[in-house]
């Protein structure tokens, strides 16, 4: 059965809507547009038809008083020599390839999308109609959160014998025609099937008398199938027309592109472990737990209980980033050189934003599957005009419990508990289950010692360091990014390591031998003064060292030692822990420079979990996944350009919120409050 459908979308702008007709097919159509004129004289800026080959867009603007407008696609189409209706399989109209304005109507069989916009009673009224039969799978989206009106399926192949066709040159059936087109009862003038003559009322025309009704139902629950199909709740869809959008972000092409893809000039910025307390507070440079070997087999402990750490405390500080500008202050204070302005960043991000562009940016518009994130990711534009700031949206923690399908769910970019279910092993569970991964790290990595601190009564305090997150920048595709990631865990530095190219130097440890942050290989009995940061909400207090970048280390546990290094709406996996988490491993290695990743084989044995086998992957063990993925990230690159054009287009004095809903365009969305964003003090830092 063919998947593809016709996508239309419709988004409001200054000077009326905004609609994008998608052809998601894998073959070409003519799409057409024909308004009534006797009920309406406002007409979209577009031709009253195209020509559209496979996966491409058509994007216009339709006035917001449009009245009984409709838009269909036609089917194997030669208006050569016949400019009539006939010209098409499907869909023709008298005109050819421009439908006349007057008469240009659709020849049945057709799947018509049909709006009336900005009606009396202040609704938008659209649906997706097969009154007049079916020849083309179809969608009609918006970026508002209305209701979707579609019949997605494709009808031709089953439809029943007597409404079957036209068929193409292959023999191909390329319609379904509707019991009234097809003339069932003999008389279309009087048809229970047309709703006609004696049946012309709702009363006189149920679904019942209709003809192979159930069949269009049951297949296209969304759609209009016959003239009062009003009464069955799914087929007429509204919405307000005073919900407005601003403009819309399309997922690039994925044609070929030889451009190398490698990540140069990489340097690391600052670092810093979370300290566990309730007022948010970090070390600076901190330091990664150290990986400790172990024997194998080994059992994974599930009563460990709580995570390391609830970062909803780090949320109080109501932007994130500033932690990542303090400790990038903190770690280049000793450069006398360095000014972050001087940088020339683009892009400014925590690394776990990237893989969810990276799965619009590969969708093609196509629905992203089952376990493909919708999200919402707001930006800010620097003063500069250059910088774009992007901030993972965070549902209001009073909804995390309770959030409904409409609500986008946002996760920490830390240790937190598991969202999946421990699978039951008929044993009781008396602690929360955190999650394997976060089992494994526990069990396999030192504990960090105590940092002894003293507060500003001059008290001493204890403070415990958990998650280590470190700041990266470097030049990928054409943009200069400043990337955050948390680092699971660094390898011993008294075992031996491999050799690191000059050009990967971290000169980060240059700037901290000019600072007095010394070595702490064993925790230091003085006392670190805990310092508020000058207009921050943030305490930090000077612990830990520069870590070179090739000790660092992420580790996954990967049931049976399978890594999906990257999955698409097409990979077939059976896991669904995998797809959910497992799907971005090599877009997370790569982004974030980290070098090294240790896998852990997890398999049960008679209820209990072991880690079986380790594998550790670098670079160059990646060569191959890197060359099959490329695309991706050139795709993604291109993506990071248009939201950073729309936010140039509509200034720095407000963000903007970029949404995607798991298929389709990217819509964008002003924000009118900067509460909860970074300052424009901290936005003139770069």
Sequence with gaps: MMKSTVLLAFVGSALGRTFTVYNACPFTIWPAVFTDLNVGSAVPSVETGWEAAAYTKRTFTVPDNWKAGRIWGRRNCNFSTNPGPNSCLTGGCNGGLLCDSHTGTGVPPASVAEWTLSASDGLDWYDVSLVDGYNLPMSITNNVGCEVASCAVDLGPDCPAALKGPYDSSGFPVGCKSACFA??????????????????????????????????????????????????????????ASKKADSTISPPSSSPDNTPVEITNLKALGSYNWIEDEIPTIAIPGRPAVWKDQSLPIRLREDLGAPFFDENIARNIGFLLETDLLAIEVSQAGDPEFDLSKENIDIVTNRNSLPKLIKFAISGGRYGGKYTDQFRIDAQLAPNGRTVILTRYEIPRRNQQTHGAGQLEQKSNGPQQSTDSKPDNGRAQHKPFIGFDHIFERMCTEELASIHATDSSGSDVSLRPVGYHRIVRYDLLGLRLLVRSRVDCMQSPLRPQLDLPEAEVDSLSKALEKTNLEPEPEPSKASAPLVQGEDSQVRYVKFGEHVPQDLLMDIKLAPNGKVNWYSDASTTVSSKLIKRHRNNVYPQCFLSQTPSLRVATRATVQGQDFVAQLK??????????????????????????????????????FPLAFVWTQRGDMTVHHIEEKTKYLSDK?????
């Design 183 to 240: 003339n069932l009862d003999g008389n279309q003038a009087d048809s229970g099937n047309c709703c006609s003559g004696s049946h012309n009322t709702p009363a006189t025309c149920p679904p019942s008398g209709v003809q192979y009704y159930s069949y269009f139902k049951d297949r296209c629950p969304r759609s209009y199938v016959y003239a009062y199909d009003e009464s069955s709740g799914t087929a007429l869809w509204t919405c307000p």
């Design 682 to 686: 901290g936005l003139g830092k770069f």
């Design 616 to 653: 550790t992957y670098d670079t160059n063990s990646l060569t191959t996944e890197h060359e099959r993925q490329a695309q991706k990230f050139r795709n993604l690159i291109s993506v990071l350009k248009q939201m950073r054009q729309s936010l140039q287009m509509h200034g720095s004095d």
